[in-house]
């Protein structure tokens, strides 16, 4: 394998995504844009920069390397002027005047969490040791406004679910006048105690964590308001009818939050008074869940509530409870508001995403062109379009201010290894959409070729787009050794619409299995030739390393070999919001859960299977792979299992992404009888 091969460089290179621009934010008077971004295409530590829209000109603002500190700066926070830029770094807390181009330190008796600059720039808010602390920008005045009652008690911090299942990845809010905090208390006691040790390590510790088995207790998460004087009220609702705290903010109007019922089928926006009552604002229901998106609920400046309802096969943005985008447009995310201006992005075609934006005035209006998977932020008339295509799986960002010409904001990826050359199609009658690649140079005539299907196939993830993204060079990798290599997006992905997404509800392994199974045969049809049928293999990872799995234990007569990745063996060892979503309560529908169990199909395989699992892997626990082994064992069916010393759930130590990949390709190769 040459130093320059792809699966080195994607270890190397984060997935060719070090040195893109990440976390644009424009000014609100528009004149600057800040954002992260490494010193060259290799280095993982981000640095915060400033960019001038009206010369284009850059101004490095912190260096971490110039700090005196190992990591990178993964995120920041701004005054309402944006003037300053508060970030945790190292264990230390620090403070970069953006106009100047200075940066300090600000002293805090302990490793910050999430610091939070209050808007009017006097005051830093963060989480240290589960308290919510405040600090002045000069250093002074440092205390807490909420302590932790007992262990596994917080302030401050989004718990488990919120953060991976939610997309809620804070818990506390200023006022704009920089007085108040809503602030969210999370008691993780009541969830289960999990372990993870390194066997590698026999002198270490297993370390404990909690987390929320499906069908088992939730954290148990509240809200607070809390003033720099010292009052303390709680926000109430009913929180054993709406236990999970999906959103919340506070704007020009007051603070507000979105709660959701267990079964996820209701889903309140209620308005917080400041004597801790609520009042709903908006209500909404579904027979089978109600989806989360990003950026949702939020309020326009005269306060009009923006949301997303599901009507039909078409998922809509939604002011004051009022559909405002036509029928086939599916809402993805709402990306902010100014004035009474919505930005959201949304698709016609899944394989695209837009970026777009609502006025009542205009009504909505697509801001981006062309293939790709296009996204943004735009405040004070400026606007960061990043679009993510064929060559750029990191993503070209650009500045677009009204009457000035457009700025680049520059990029230090480094290019890709490959040149993925997907042929996007539709297949079958359900339209499937599907990336099809092939080996470089290759000719029509050359020969039946063995097949690699390379999916993930199930909710919350796309692989067939046109965004170019890092799994396109991958499947191209595969198919350069050799193979035809087919992508599908089944029924259950994201981007097509309620429908189709929900078909999904109570199995989440027919008809996506049933789907690549129709893609491949598909192909075949359209291709007569080209595939050989009698040497097929599958590979993936996460839910696709489970659809691998199921494959080779469930179609044989179509799979012959399989490569599964941290796959989910057995849905009750996943957490509740996720699993429960799709399955309902496994006491009240354990047929939901039995019927997608890997571990219950264990004596069917009867083709070579290879498992491979990090051993600390924090999402799909190291438990769900060696549980199917030792039911595989039991059965008499020989197979291979790969541990990863720690590794948690993506790799990214560069010797195992680049062994990894070669590992498989000879897995595949020998069980398929490929010389």
């Known amino acids: 394998m040459t130093t320059d091969s792809l699966p080195r460089r994607l270890a190397r290179t984060r997935r060719f995504t070090l040195g893109a621009p990440v976390r644009p934010e424009p000014s609100p008077d528009g004149t600057t844009v800040l954002f992260l971004r490494g010193r060259d295409g290799t280095d993982p530590l981000d640095c915060l920069w400033a960019l001038d829209t009206a010369t284009g000109g850059e101004r490095l603002l912190a260096d971490p390397a110039a700090l005196g500190t190992a990591e990178g700066i993964t995120g920041y926070s701004t005054d309402a002027t944006g003037s300053l830029a508060a970030f945790a770094l190292d264990g230390s807390l620090w403070l970069a005047d953006t106009a100047r181009g200075t940066v300090r330190a600000v002293p805090v008796p302990g490793p910050p969490q999430d610091p939070r600059l209050d808007p009017t720039g006097r005051r830093i808010a963060y989480v240290s040791a589960g308290a919510l602390r405040v600090v002045g920008v000069d250093g002074t005045d440092d205390r807490p406004l909420a302590e932790p009652e007992a262990e596994d008690v917080s302030y401050g911090l989004a718990e488990y679910v919120a953060s991976e299942e939610m997309h809620r990845d804070r818990g506390h809010w200023w006022s704009p006048d920089g007085t108040t905090l809503l602030v969210a208390r999370v008691d993780d006691r009541p969830l289960a105690r999990l372990y993870l040790a390194d066997p590698a390590d026999p002198h270490r510790p297993p370390r404990a964590v909690r987390y929320p088995l499906a069908g088992t207790a939730n954290a148990e998460v509240s809200l607070r308001l809390l003033g720099l004087d010292g009052t303390d009220t709680e926000v109430r609702w009913d929180r054993t009818a709406f236990e999970y705290l999906t959103a919340a903010g506070w704007d020009g109007h007051g603070p507000y939050a979105a709660v959701q019922s267990r079964d996820q089928r209701t889903v309140r926006t209620l308005a917080i008074d400041p004597d801790g009552t609520t009042r709903v604002l908006a209500e909404r229901q579904d027979a089978h869940w109600v989806e989360l998106l990003p950026g949702l609920p939020v309020r326009t400046a ?43 992005t949304a698709s016609d075609e899944p394989t695209e995403t837009h970026l777009w934006t609502y006025a009542p005035d205009t009504g909505p209006r697509r801001l981006s062109a062309g293939p790709g998977l296009h996204t943004g932020l735009r405040r004070g008339g400026t606007l960061v379009l990043t679009t993510r295509s064929p060559g750029h799986p990191g993503g070209r960002s650009t500045v677009h201010r009204e009457g000035r ?34 080996p470089t140079g290759h000719r029509p005539g050359d020969g039946p070729l063995p097949v690699l299907l390379d999916p993930y196939g199930g909710p919350a993830t796309q692989k067939a787009t046109t965004g170019g993204l890092w799994w396109d060079q991958v499947s191209q990798w595969f198919a350069d050794q050799g193979f035809a290599v087919l992508v599908v997006d089944g029924r259950g992905t994201p981007g097509r619409g ?51 799995a199921l494959a080779v234990l469930r179609r044989p007569d179509v799979f012959h070999a399989a490569s599964a990745g941290a796959a989910p063996t057995d849905w009750r060892l996943y957490d509740t919001h996720w699993q429960e979503r799709f399955l309902g309560h496994p006491d009240e529908h ?4 039995d ?37 595989l064992l039991a059965a008499g069916r020989p197979h291979e299992v790969l541990p990863l010393r720690a590794t948690g759930h993506r790799p990214t130590d560069e010797a195992v992404v680049e062994h990894l990949l070669t590992h498989e390709l000879r897995f595949l190769r020998r069980s398929l009888g490929l010389a």
């Open 302 to 344: 005269s306060g009009a509530l923006v949301d997303t309802a599901d009507d039909g096969d078409t998922r809509h943005l939604t002011v004051d409870g009022e559909p405002v985008t036509p029928a086939g447009l599916q809402l993805r995310a709402v990306l902010g508001t100014e004035g009474e201006q919505v930005l959201f």
């Open 405 to 438: 010409p457009v700025l680049p904001l520059a990029s230090r990826a480094e290019p890709p290894a490959v040149t993925a050359r997907p042929e996007l199609l539709r297949l079958g009658p359900h339209a499937l959409r599907a990336a099809f690649f092939l």
């Open 498 to 548: 309620p429908r189709w997404e929900k078909a999904v509800y109570g199995d989440k392994a027919k008809l996506p299995l049933a789907d690549q199974v129709h893609g491949l045969r598909a192909v075949a049809r359209l291709r007569p030739g080209l595939l050989d049928l009698d040497r097929v293999g599958i590979r993936g990872w996460s839910y696709g390393g489970y659809l691998a």
């Open 590 to 593: 354990p047929g939901h859960y």
């Open 595 to 631: 019927g997608g169990s890997l571990i219950t199909e264990a004596p069917k395989l009867s083709r070579p299977l290879l498992l491979i699992q990090g051993l600390a892997d924090d999402n799909v626990r190291p438990a769900h792979t060696l549980r199917l082994s030792a039911a």
